[in-house]
């Protein structure tokens, strides 16, 4: 069945905050199956739409939608990030908590070499036998 892109529209605001409404009970609502919904979200993440999934709470929100967040609010200022998130149940805090997230992610190289650096060291002496012929070719035997 095809739907108008104003009913599209329009199902895919009742998945944005603040009503943050499960795809199961969108799709009983409107009558459209829950796989077309999903392939609706879907599409509209692609095109980078902010469209977390029905949890409320932050752990619902996908890592590609955290990164929408991030990169959505990058260059608003406190009062309009304090704003922008009380919109979406989110704290500033959480924005900045998964902007560091991201920072990191695309550091991991030099943060794992920083580990390694910090790591005390072990040293494995291998036995001095090991290097002797001798010992090398009794074993072989």
């Given at each position: 069945m095809r739907y108008s892109a104003e009913r599209k529209e329009a199902v895919l605001k009742k998945m944005l905050p603040p009503?943050?409404?499960?795809i199961r009970e969108i799709?009983?609502?409107e009558g459209i199956s829950e796989a077309t919904l999903y392939n609706w979200r879907k599409a509209a993440r692609a095109e980078g739409r902010l469209l977390p999934d029905g949890d409320q709470t932050p752990a619902g929100w996908t890592a590609a939608d955290k990164f929408a967040a991030v990169v959505e609010t990058a260059a608003l200022n406190e009062a309009?990030?304090?704003a922008w998130c009380r919109g979406r149940g989110l704290y500033p805090e959480q924005?900045?908590?998964?902007?560091?997230a991201?920072?990191?992610?695309n550091d991991w190289d030099?943060?794992?070499n920083e580990r390694l650096r910090q790591a005390p060291s072990v040293r494995i002496d291998v036995a001095p036998r090991?290097?002797?012929s001798n010992w090398?070719?009794?074993?072989a035997n």
């Open positions: 009503n943050n409404r499960s799709a009983e609502e309009e990030l304090s924005i900045r908590q998964w902007r560091q991201c920072e990191q992610a030099r943060t794992q090991m290097w002797d090398n070719q009794e074993r």
